[in-house]
Structures are given as structure tokens and as C-alpha cells.
């Protein structure tokens, strides 16, 4: 049985979707160690998301920023946790519905995705900063 | 390799969004003997959910409940599994869409999670009673 | 320390969401061997999903299609990935909203879901073809 793991910062993201799964792949080499595993990619923030989509087309991305936005709107007249800026409640909502974390399959040592699949860091603040990751890598 | 397993019932909750970390970590101290691993809190329902967010400000609970109630609201004229309340079909909805479980990375014995990540139990029935949840922790 | 893993090719399924528990514990039968673990399985596709919800209804999953729908339309005019038909952009919004992966724990041999729960793909293209899923379970 091995297991790695490793906390990582990213860069600084505007606020949308991005392709990180280089970034990731490139801070856990030891993965390719493992033949049978599973891989975890965590985010440390609730403003913040992460989450598994196309990988090619950037309009996809755009896309996502402008549906995601008329879901979870800015301003609406219920909110009451409103003090850290108009964006910081919908941030939160976003992060619950796209989730904080991706649980990948390894296999012969290659994350065992699609062709078109890459991992998305959904930056929900305006300002959001660096975010933290734990990635985790276990199997045989 | 350590592998611990526990089945829990949770007190019951109103309807809404409540923090249950405490309630898991107390529930499953093995947790503290593994130096790498994972946690996952899984519930065996199809009406709550299990989330990760803020764990300061109720207001932020107050705001979920008020939002997903509104992108998944009672009494939509196609619903046609009407004959366990108005408050069951949308209870479905918010359960897949904010997931049935959270994974979350155990390094040195602790959850690493951000300081102001807490776990969310969403109860989405008016009356749901208690929910039975399996705890597993595993890793080295 | 056991580990499995598996990829399997579904069977083609209309638009709309599907129970294949059966399908997937078929595909697996090591599973049984395993006293405490996990089953993984996850979509190796961004326009289609994995969730669990209501095993025994068909209008819960009917339900899900209209609503869904409604939450993530097609045609919204600020659409800009709109050349693979008016389906794709929604499927890649409902793929991430609900998830590529259901992780459920394993415990003496069984799946351990609730008596309600079970796994559904949905379906998100109006001609998705067949879908490719890599399974694993591991534990002791």
C-alpha cells in the first residue's frame, strides 16, 4: 500500500473557471508510482471549487461563469451574511453545489479520466487570494 | 493500512443546514491514530445531504436554506412524486445536487480541512427525523 | 489491503436519469470479498453524471429531468459553447452540478446505502451513445 500527500498553494485565479490538472499532476509525481489508487484533490476555502469538465474549449469555462452566476445570484433581497461583499455569499453557495473536492481513479499509474475531462478550480470571490490544496494519492 | 468503520444516528434536526463536525470526530476517535489517510462522513438517505462550508457565521446556513429553497422550490406544476408532501420531491433534488457525502484528507491525525471549513448536515424534509450516517476513516 | 478495478462500457440510455446499481455490482463481484472499504465508480464523460437518490419511484427520476432542466436551460442567450447543439453546454453545467462520481463505503461485503438509495446516471446529450465508467473498490 502507498500513500502521498502533499499541500500546495496555486497562483492567483480571477474570478471563473480554470484548467489546473497540470498544476496538480506536476506537484504529486508520485502517482505515477501507483497502479491501482485513487487520487484526491481537496480545496481548503468555501469560496472556492473544485470540480471535473471539459477540457478544451475555453467557452466552456466562460459558460459556466455566466449560467452559474444567473443560479446563484448577487444581492438577493434574503441574504443576511452579507458584510464580506456582495460576492462572498454566492461564493459559498457555489462552492456547496460544485463541491470541494475531486476523487479521481489511478490507473498504471495516469489519472483514468477522459479525453475531455480536466480538473476546474471555480474561483467564486472577486479577490479571492491563493488557495490551498491537500492532494492525497493512495493504492497499490 | 488502518481501517476503521461506524454507523451513527444523528440527533434530529429542523429543517435547514446544521454543523455536525463535532459530532463525527467524537463518534470515530480512531481517526487520530492515522498520519495519512481520508475521512468520509456518507448518509443513507435520499432527502438531506452532506456538505462542507462555513463554519462561523449562522447567517451563512440561514442564506443556504433560503437560496436552494428558491433554485428548488415546492410545488412546481410538473412534479409528479407529489404523494409524500410538497416538501419530498425538492428534498431529492437538494439532496443530489449538494451530494450524500464529503472526503475529506486526515494528515497527522486531524481533518485537514480550512479553518473556517465545517461539515454541513442539509435536513431538506420538514420532518425527517433521525439519519443514519456510516463513518470511515482509513489511511497509514 | 484489497483492491479492485474495473471499466465498463453501459449500455446506451435515453435522455433522463437511470437506475444501474445492478449493472455496476454485477460488474464487480470482488466487492463481496471486502469487510470494510469503499466503492468508487466514476463517468469518464463531462456531458453526463452519476448520483444517488430514490431507487423504487420512476416519477423521482422523471422529477429530476424537468427539474433540472428548468435549473439549466438551453438556449440562454449568453451561451457561447453552442456548436455541438442546443444539449451540450446544459449537459456540461448538469455534469459538474451533480458530479462524475458516486464514492459509497463497503462493509462485510455489501454496498452499506440506505434501503431507498440507488445509483442513477443521468443522461444529459439527447443522443449521448454509450458511456465508459472505471470502477474500484478497495478496503480489507
Known amino acids: 500500500m502507498q500513500f502521498y500527500q502533499k499541500e500546495i498553494q496555486l497562483p492567483v485565479f480571477n474570478r471563473g473557471y480554470h484548467l489546473i490538472t497540470n498544476i496538480l499532476l506536476e506537484a504529486l509525481p508520485e502517482l505515477n508510482k501507483i497502479k491501482i489508487g485513487q487520487f484526491q484533490a481537496f480545496i481548503k476555502h468555501t469560496s472556492a471549487s473544485l470540480t471535473i469538465n471539459e477540457n478544451a474549449d475555453p467557452t466552456v469555462r466562460m459558460d459556466f461563469e455566466s449560467h452559474i452566476n444567473k443560479m446563484i445570484p448577487e444581492n438577493m433581497p434574503y441574504y443576511k451574511h452579507d ?18 473536492q475531486v476523487q479521481i481513479p489511478i490507473t498504471q499509474g495516469k489519472l483514468n479520466v477522459g479525453t475531455w475531462q480536466g480538473i476546474y478550480i471555480g474561483e467564486h470571490r472577486n479577490y479571492g487570494g491563493r488557495r490551498t490544496l491537500v492532494l492525497t494519492a493512495f493504492g497499490i
Request: one cysteine or more.
Open 83 to 100: 458584510y464580506e461583499g456582495a460576492d462572498d455569499m454566492p461564493a459559498h453557495i457555489k462552492s456547496s453545489m460544485l463541491g470541494c
